[in-house]
């Protein structure tokens, strides 16, 4: 090869390498769809919840022939895997390689916690319907990471806790799943259940995935207390309802259990063990409001089962999202001003059938329903609500101030009144 | 042809001219990376990076001793959290949490050693296992420091670090230091003796070698260069959760070491590029992306046992011959 030959040649690669390497870096122009980033997990320990989040925000964008504020919406669906380094991972390919507008998703509150951490470096707005962890609408507050249609972990105990007062307990008993969802579920039940006279006689704290819960029944069943309060997500729930029932404490103690525990991911799946079972929680498939009732009733038709938490929050979660866009003009580009949107909108139409608004903390305000499980017609249970506590506060009764003085609810602290 | 071969000719530290070329060329085109690479394809190369660090030091054990641990994940995390909670909680500067959570991972890796090195083979094997169970045990139950299931966040990077090029050039030039070091440990009269345990522990032994104690050191060698990863994670994703000391980390670490190839050192790169780049491009496409790097996995055991570089490796050596 002569040489001018060679630089020819070398010249041409070098050009057509640079022009590859163009419309990499180069980020996406400014109109166009909005893309937004969906983390799911689809594999791992939270797979079927995963599944439920992702027809939430399907069932929504079906409804609104995917345009939000005016604008076509690209959905890029991302697996976290139930695992926070999967998860960042995920996040970091869906801000930079897929240049999205906003992510929203992710179930356990440690996959929930990593983005959230990665996105204050950001700025993109983050929106978490599902994940609890206190501290995020509480002490460790992001801007940027917002709970639209989500709730904090102990913002439904506290009002439990009063309930439980009023029916007349005067010693219960909790058992709970040994991590900080629960810790956080169970501290405020505790601690409006003990500072209003009640007394917690034990509490138990057992490791994620129980096979066997016999050793806890057989001393909850010793302890002779009033109601027992269970804290169980996933398939632990599903275990507990079925060994309460079987050891025979149903018969003789009611059962009080975090909204989770009754949600119907895990009741659709068990027979008569789950009647009657107590729960507070913002949503209530079976509530009666026409609202509630028709969305319960177009999901049901779609995807053969009764919605749970995980398909209504997401839904309602890009239902917030939209309300703000349109608010906008679909401008999500201005991040400064979607988050300041976004924060401002109170949402109305969702299938809560009531206003519900952001606090200054940027937690939602919800009316929390007492509910209890009951057999429908047909034959399938859901949850129906028995008693309202209007506009929850996550904060309960407690002025704000003074709560983020004691420390986040944890095994060690869970706000327990000595007596 | 013959000064080619020749050993004895002008040597940079033990390594040939040609070699010394080759590496400088492999670190060159990497440096040059970030200027064609998007952020988040710069990230995935860090990331790389840092997993090759991690699973060439379980290749000192596993190609060089003849013990493949299945602690190392333990003993990399702790050096994540370790330097995560330094930082994040005490305050310390990065590089004083660094420097705590490669002693804290070398500490951690010594214990094991005293425990592990009797044994060999599936037992090794088991025990690492236990004792990296143990310590993925304690991240998930010591709530009050280690955050439990939420884990820990900080800000662990240095202010010049922040951009991904400037700390992806850094963790380049940290992986060049630590497998320059790593690939003159396994070649000293040290790193020999290793591999005559390796081939015959009796033998090494009835010539006067005490092998516990080489066994020890090589143990502990390797788990400074995992906790050096370990560290260098933190710093990468200011961030730390039980998963990352959890088993699956451990046979993450020991797969790209496999995949690689066991006994070639800088294979773990390869390996660890390999499993990140399917893990990224497959789980874009299907949500069964396990499934399809188990199959990987089984076909590269089948076809290519002695990993991709030991692959290539005989596959040259036949077509020069």
């Given at each position: 090869m002569d040489r001018r030959v060679f630089l020819k040649t070398s010249t041409a690669a070098v050009a057509a390498a640079s022009v590859c390497a163009v419309p990499w870096r180069s980020a996406q122009a400014q109109a166009g769809p909005i893309k937004i980033g969906l983390l799911a997990p689809l594999t791992g320990v939270v797979a079927s919840g995963g599944k439920e989040m992702v027809e939430g925000v399907q069932f929504y964008l079906d409804q609104v022939n995917g345009e939000m504020g005016g604008r076509k919406v690209e959905l890029v669906t991302e697996d976290d895997a139930s695992n926070p380094d999967t998860a960042l991972q995920k996040a970091r390919r869906l801000v930079e390689q897929g240049n999205c507008h906003m992510l929203i998703g992710d179930l356990l509150a440690n996959t929930g916690l990593a983005v959230a951490n990665y996105v204050k470096g950001t700025g993109t707005p983050y929106?978490?319907?599902?994940?609890?962890?206190?501290?995020?609408?509480?002490?460790?507050?992001?801007?940027?990471?917002?709970?639209?249609?989500?709730?904090?972990?102990?913002?439904?105990?506290?009002?439990?806790?009063d309930w439980a007062l009023k029916q007349g307990y005067k010693k219960i008993a909790t058992i709970s799943q040994d991590y900080t969802f629960g810790h956080e579920q169970c501290g405020g039940l505790a601690q409006v259940f003990t500072e209003g006279g009640g007394e917690i006689a034990q509490q138990f704290w057992h490791p994620l995935n129980t096979a066997d819960f016999s050793p806890y029944l057989g001393q909850l069943a010793e302890l002779k207390v009033d109601a027992i309060f269970a804290m169980e997500t996933g398939a632990d729930s599903t275990r507990f309802v079925q060994q309460f029932a079987a050891f025979g404490l149903k018969a003789k103690t009611p059962l009080l259990m975090a909204m989770n525990g009754t949600d119907q991911s895990v009741i659709r799946t068990i027979g008569d063990d789950v009647e009657g079972i107590i729960s507070p929680a913002h949503f209530a498939e079976g509530s009666d409001n026409p609202v509630t009732q028709k969305f319960e009733k177009e999901y049901e038709a779609k995807y053969g089962k009764i919605p749970s938490l995980y398909g209504f929050s997401m839904y309602s979660g890009m239902m917030w999202?939209?309300?703000?866009?349109?608010?906008?003009?679909?401008?999500?580009?201005?991040?400064?001003?979607?988050?300041?949107?976004?924060?401002?909108?109170?949402?109305?139409?969702?299938?809560?059938?009531?206003?519900?608004?952001?606090?200054a903390f940027g937690n939602p305000i919800y009316d929390v329903y007492i509910r209890k499980v009951v057999k429908r017609a047909d034959g399938k249970f859901w949850n129906v609500p028995i008693q309202t506590y209007p506009e929850v506060s996550q904060f309960w009764k407690y002025d704000p101030e003074t709560y983020l003085k004691q420390p986040p609810y944890s095994r060690t602290f869970q706000g327990i009144k000595k007596a | 042809m013959t000064t080619l071969l020749s050993p004895n000719r002008s040597q940079l530290a033990g390594m040939s001219g040609r070699a010394t070329i080759i590496a400088g060329?492999?670190?060159?085109?990497?440096?040059?990376?970030?200027?064609?690479?998007?952020?988040?394809?710069v990230g995935l190369a860090t990331e790389v990076l840092i997993f090759g660090i991690l699973a060439m030091s379980l290749d000192i054990l596993a190609g060089f001793a003849g013990r493949t641990?299945?602690?190392?994940?333990?003993?990399?995390?702790?050096?994540?959290?370790?330097?995560?909670?330094?930082?994040?909680?005490?305050?310390?500067?990065?590089?004083?949490?660094?420097?705590?959570?490669?002693?804290?991972?070398?500490?951690?890796?010594?214990?094991?050693?005293?425990?592990?090195?009797?044994?060999?083979?599936?037992?090794?094997?088991?025990?690492?296992?236990?004792?990296?169970?143990?310590?993925?045990?304690?991240?998930?139950?010591?709530?009050?420091?280690?955050?439990?299931?939420?884990?820990?966040?900080?800000?662990?990077?240095?202010?010049?670090?922040?951009?991904h090029s400037a700390f992806y050039w850094a963790v380049l030039g940290c992986s060049a230091i630590v497998s320059f070091a790593?690939?003159?440990?396994?070649?000293?009269?040290?790193?020999?003796?290793?591999?005559?345990?390796?081939?015959?522990?009796?033998?090494?032994?009835?010539?006067?070698?005490?092998?516990?104690?080489?066994?020890?050191?090589?143990?502990?060698?390797?788990?400074?260069?995992?906790?050096?990863?370990?560290?260098?994670?933190?710093?990468?994703?200011?961030?730390?959760?039980?998963?990352?000391?959890?088993?699956?980390?451990?046979?993450?670490?020991?797969l790209m070491m496999i995949a690689g190839g066991v006994g070639?050192?800088?294979?773990?790169?390869?390996?660890?590029?390999?499993?990140?780049?399917l893990e990224n491009v497959v789980s874009a496409y299907t949500e069964r992306w396990q499934m399809v790097l188990g199959i990987t996995f089984v076909l590269i055991m089948i076809f290519a046992p002695e990993g991709i570089i030991g692959k290539l490796r005989t596959i040259l050596s036949r077509q020069l011959r």
């Open positions: 929106f978490i319907p599902i994940i609890a962890a206190d501290d995020l609408t509480q002490r460790a507050r992001i801007k940027n990471v917002i709970r639209v249609a989500g709730y904090s972990a102990s913002a439904f105990t506290h009002p439990l806790g999202i939209d309300a703000a866009l349109k608010k906008m003009g679909g401008k999500v580009e201005d991040r400064d001003a979607f988050i300041d949107t976004v924060l401002k909108t109170e949402l109305d139409g969702s299938p809560l059938g009531k206003t519900v608004k952001l606090d | 060329l492999i670190v060159a085109v990497a440096a040059c990376m970030p200027l064609l690479l998007s952020n988040y394809q641990s299945l602690g190392h994940g333990a003993i990399f995390g702790v050096s994540t959290y370790v330097v995560v909670y330094c930082a994040a909680q005490t305050g310390l500067p990065p590089a004083a949490a660094f420097t705590f959570g490669v002693l804290a991972a070398t500490t951690v890796a010594s214990v094991f050693a005293l425990l592990a090195v009797r044994t060999s083979g599936v037992y090794f094997l088991l025990l690492t296992l236990a004792l990296g169970m143990i310590v993925w045990g304690i991240c998930l139950r010591w709530t009050e420091v280690t955050g439990g299931e939420n884990g820990m966040r900080g800000d662990v990077r240095p202010a010049m670090l922040l951009s790593m690939w003159r440990f396994v070649r000293s009269p040290f790193g020999l003796t290793l591999r005559g345990i390796r081939d015959s522990e009796s033998r090494m032994r009835s010539l006067g070698y005490n092998v516990p104690l080489h066994l020890f050191i090589g143990f502990t060698v390797s788990g400074f260069f995992a906790g050096v990863a370990g560290a260098l994670y933190a710093m990468f994703n200011s961030f730390v959760s039980p998963s990352t000391v959890a088993l699956a980390q451990s046979v993450e670490g020991v070639t050192l800088f294979g773990a790169f390869v390996g660890a590029a390999a499993i990140i780049a």
